[in-house]
């Protein structure tokens, strides 16, 4: 039950953008900067770059060698965990900065065969982009805004209010005679999925964008995903860049912004360079329509240890695409009844997943500690649902991207083992040496982070922020990740930040 408010066609488009959402130049890599001119041949300019990028680390690297060489003589879970974790970081940074390329604005350097067949989207495609609010009217209006006033020329906007009670409905009823927007109004909560599934009904876009209620995005952001989808037919999904839209509002927004910058930046370019992007993050997540429709109905009822799955896990969806070669079929078969299966089905393909550094979104992250916390819980149950399904296939997908997804299950499921022994047994025991040794590596591990954010973004102090998420992470989250287990199956949509 709903009911729809559309504003007219000619509904005048008002500037949402303030200076804040338009992406400062200093947030974009340029070669240049580095040393690196563009006007070099691309074979001769990628191995200057792979040059430069050994040279910055060969401090880690020179350490990961006298660790290594230590090994047999002091064998130990706590040293071979050390070694894996520097040799994961200093890969992961090698690949973030020697192979990823945005899409948006270069071919890709890997491509499918000739074998692999990925129809062509149109040159302007039409784009379906979608929200789902419930109880945001401190944030909808800029949200909406920075929606609609993108530059992509054949957008639908489409916001679906998952009954609201403190006044985000009637916004959404002013907005809607103000721009070029449907509102879908909702009789009952029914939660994000749900909602953004109505809101996908209703989709007739060649391409679908999500975004979620507390984000603003920078005007070009959906026309560089879309042109990074049109360029690349092989990919079925990309993923924005997103950062801190309160940044400046507490130490602990501060720490977020920097850690995000290199979750995106590294973490999310290295899957990229595999095509295989876990998760295409809820700020600025692009589909294409025939790589993700028809699993719509596995994602709004997915279930988990028996019950269902409540939180919207953009990591479950980004799966689907991924997955669908191997698992589509299964998840078609058992919803075939559905109207997203049943009118169209879609060849399952082994669509590739990417990363558009230039499409830049700005979201609210949690300035508090409790609802940082519940977030952090909320995250961490999406990943373990996900790694259930994911991580039956992910090795399929070739060596590199196995090492990257299995090597980071790893080490969030080590991280509460080794939190135990150096933070609780070690000064137990009076082995506060240990204690002292772990913490130090730690920082080492968040300056290395902070020194590629620094090498980014040249005269920007916030480099200095991101060791202390790695303190953050290994002395207070890791501890998360046993009750998120516990607890797995309780699970409600909330998403507040203060």
Known sequence: M????????????????????????????????????????????????????????????????????????????PVLYGVVVLAGSTAMLYVAYTRYDD????????????????????????????????DEADRIEDCVRSMTSGDHPDTQVIVVDDCSTDGTTEILRRLARELDITVVELARNVGKKHALVEACARADGDVL???????VLAPDAVGRCVTALVRHPELGAVSGHCRALNAGSSLLTRVQDTWYEGQFRIAKAAEASFGSVTCVSGPLAAFRRDAVYNYLPAWAEDRFMGAPFRFATD????????????????????HHDSPFVAGHDYPERRWRVGYVRSAHVWTEVPAGWRPFLKQQIRWKKSFVRNLFFTGSFMWRRGPGPAALYYGHALWVAAAPVMAVRHLLWAPLNGLGTLTLLYLAGVVLKGCVWGLAYRADHPGDVRWRYRPLMSLLSSTVLAWLLPYSLLTVRRGVWSRGTR
């Open 2 to 77: 709903s009911t729809e408010t559309r504003a007219p066609d000619n509904a005048r488009l008002l500037p949402a953008q303030s200076s804040r959402t338009t992406p400062p130049t200093a947030l974009r890599l340029r070669l240049g900067r580095l040393g690196v001119p563009d006007r070099l041949p691309p074979g001769v300019r990628r191995g200057v770059v792979r040059v430069w990028v050994l040279l910055c680390l060969m401090p880690l690297l020179l350490l990961l060698a006298r660790q290594t060489v230590r090994l047999p003589q002091e064998i130990s879970l």
């Open 103 to 134: 899409p948006a604005e270069r071919e890709l350097r890997s491509r499918p065969g000739p074998d692999e067949d990925f129809p062509a989207l149109p040159e302007h495609p039409r784009v379906s982009f979608l929200l789902a609010v419930h």
């Open 315 to 334: 990591r479950q969806l980004t799966g689907y695409v991924l997955g669908q070669y191997w698992r589509g079929r299964d998840l078609k078969r058992a």
């Open 209 to 215: 964008v999500f975004t979620d209620s507390d984000c």
